[in-house]
């Protein structure tokens, strides 16, 4: 599994496939929503446009760096391209989070409770673990820094794979996956996630070996 993770290519075709569904959906809102041509199940999210566009066209930012960046980090020659695609991850993390939460503040919701206090608690997260991988890399610890990049793409993008849970049961069920079950479903998918990138970062990243700069 460690050569999964140490290589490049295999990497980052892994972490598209989990997550191109998210991003493309949010790709396609990020021309739907100037244009005026989202669907109607979607009309609701109209009430707030700036957020609701700043956040698909963050998703969709971050979705791309997120891979990206961690191939190039397996790359030490594109330093420089790193470094930039770095910023470009980090702001749209900061974006996504701070929009989802004020989609969060300003839409009526059509799921329970248990999604709106799981998409506030990861939506802080997201803050305040990109503020770790920043703090990190300033202080010029890259373990460290590494870790929390881990991380924060796990709490942005953990609510985007559950299109893998739930797109088969939706073809197969021929409704769509609503209600307490499966809100419950996608609270325990995304802590999954979070927590399967902890098991990856505590068995093959480990913080406490300076690798130098
Ligand atoms: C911490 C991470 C995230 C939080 C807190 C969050 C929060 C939210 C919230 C509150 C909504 C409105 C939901 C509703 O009432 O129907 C929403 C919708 C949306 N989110 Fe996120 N989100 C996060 C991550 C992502 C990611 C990673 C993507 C894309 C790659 C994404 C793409 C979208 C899109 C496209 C919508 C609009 C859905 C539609 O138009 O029907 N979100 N998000």
Redesign the pocket.
């Known amino acids: 599994m460690i050569r999964l993770f140490s290589r490049p290519m295999p990497l980052v075709l892994l972490l598209a496939f989990c997550?191109f569904i998210?991003?493309l959906?949010?790709l396609v809102?990020v021309v739907q929503i100037p244009t005026g041509t989202?669907?109607e199940?979607?009309a609701?999210?109209a009430v707030a446009p700036f957020a609701?566009g700043l956040?698909?066209a963050?998703?969709?930012a971050?979705?791309i760096t997120g891979p990206l960046q961690f191939a190039l980090a397996l790359r030490r020659r594109f330093g420089r391209l790193h470094r930039i695609s770095g910023r470009i991850f980090v702001v749209a993390g900061a974006v996504?989070?701070l929009?989802?939460?004020s989609?969060?503040a300003q839409?009526?919701?059509?799921?329970t409770a248990i999604v709106?206090i799981g998409?506030?608690v990861?939506?802080l997260?997201?803050l305040g673990a990109l503020g770790m991988a920043m703090a990190a890399i300033q202080a010029r610890d890259i373990p460290r820094h590494r870790a929390w990049v881990i991380r924060s793409y796990a709490?942005?993008?953990?609510?985007?794979t559950i299109a893998l849970v739930f797109f088969p049961i939706y073809i197969i069920s021929e409704a769509p996956p609503i209600g307490p079950i499966f809100d419950l479903i996608f609270i325990g998918w995304w802590t999954l996630n979070i927590g399967f990138a902890e098991f990856l970062i505590r068995r093959f990243f480990p913080t406490h070996t300076r690798i130098p700069a």
């Open positions: 997550t998210p991003v959906m949010a809102r989202w669907p199940d979607s609701r999210l609701w956040h698909a963050a998703g969709a971050f979705g996504l989070g929009s989802g939460l989609l969060l839409v009526t919701s059509i799921s709106g998409r506030g990861f939506g997260a997201l709490i942005g993008m953990g609510s985007g």
